[in-house]
């Protein structure tokens, strides 16, 4: 068989079993992509031509039943996840990185930026993708990235060394800025968790996969912040960045619902973008 046929028959397997996506892929074409090219160990631009062995086969049949029975996304079934055009490392111990904040990186954040940052802080880091991003954006800066999860940790100092930036980007344990008291920083990015528990129960199966996504021992910030359940997670980093003296200039993402616009903090600005933005 060759590789074009072997696409089209995952693509309608994939269409068939009404799968969630928002994993790196919205629709079943792109998802056989990811799933057979990647898979393959090929690159998404390669000749669709070839002949596949029974081997390829065997290995995308294995990864598709995954996908299709346990609803696993296809970025935990390859430990692979694709942001602003890099492939990072992921399992289930983070997020699959997704961050609208990923483009406006590539776009050294014009507007909002006018000099070159030299101190970034990268505020629940997960997998440490827009530490790593942030870094690449600038070359001259020194990036923290930080979050209270060591698992999560784990995986960002994977990628920290994935793409050679041990130099420059330096891991933080901390509970928002609980660890980084009286730090200067002249940009702080942050995609905080925006899903509050009772909403992750509602949500595919797809979206409960990771560990970050099972409900927490205690509540989020998010869940703990003064505007109840659903109250926007910017107010509480704002909160937070006053009480811990950090001064930067922010810039906060959320994909939920949010009616915070644009914010003047006490040092800065703290601009909330939202997908409906985007
Ligand atoms: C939505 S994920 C974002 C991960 C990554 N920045 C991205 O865009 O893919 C949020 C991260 O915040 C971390 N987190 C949750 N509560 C936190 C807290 N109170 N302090 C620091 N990090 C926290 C979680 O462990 C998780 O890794």
Redesign the pocket.
């Known amino acids: 068989m060759k590789l074009q046929e072997l696409l089209r028959q995952t693509e309608r397997r994939l269409a068939a079993a009404r799968l969630h996506y928002g994993h790196g892929t919205d629709n079943p074409r792109d998802e056989a992509a990811y799933l057979v090219l990647r898979g393959l160990g090929l690159a998404f631009e390669c000749d669709l031509e070839i002949e596949i062995t029974k081997l390829q086969s065997n290995r995308v049949e294995r990864l598709l039943r995954k996908r299709l029975h346990d609803r696993i996304p296809v970025a935990y079934l390859l430990n692979e996840a694709w942001l602003g055009g890099l492939p990072f490392y992921v399992d289930r111990r983070?997020?699959v990185?997704?961050?609208h904040?990923a483009e406006l990186l590539q776009l050294r954040l014009r507007p909002w930026l006018r000099r070159p940052p030299r101190r970034i802080l990268?505020?629940?880091?997960?997998?440490g993708?827009?530490a790593v991003l942030a870094a690449k954006a600038f070359p001259g800066a020194a990036v923290d990235a930080?979050?209270?999860?060591a698992a999560?940790l784990a995986v960002a100092a994977i990628n920290v060394k994935k793409f050679k930036l041990m130099q420059r980007i330096r891991l933080v344990r901390?509970?928002?800025f609980s660890a980084l008291q009286n730090r200067r920083y002249d940009l702080i990015v942050s995609?905080?968790?925006?899903v509050t528990t009772a909403s992750l129960r509602r949500l595919p199966p797809e979206y409960r996969y990771s560990s970050?996504s099972r409900p927490p021992e205690r509540p989020?910030?998010l869940e703990r912040g003064p505007r109840g359940p659903e109250g926007n997670d910017e107010h509480a980093l704002a909160r937070g960045e006053r009480q811990a003296g950090i001064r930067s200039s922010m810039l906060g993402c959320a994909a939920g619902r949010s009616n915070l616009g644009k914010q003047a903090s006490r040092h800065g600005d703290v601009v909330e973008v939202s997908k409906n933005v985007l």
């Open positions: 983070v997020i990185p997704r961050s904040l990268d505020l629940c880091t997960g997998s993708c827009l930080t979050d209270v999860s999560a901390s509970e928002l995609n905080p968790p925006y970050f989020s910030f």
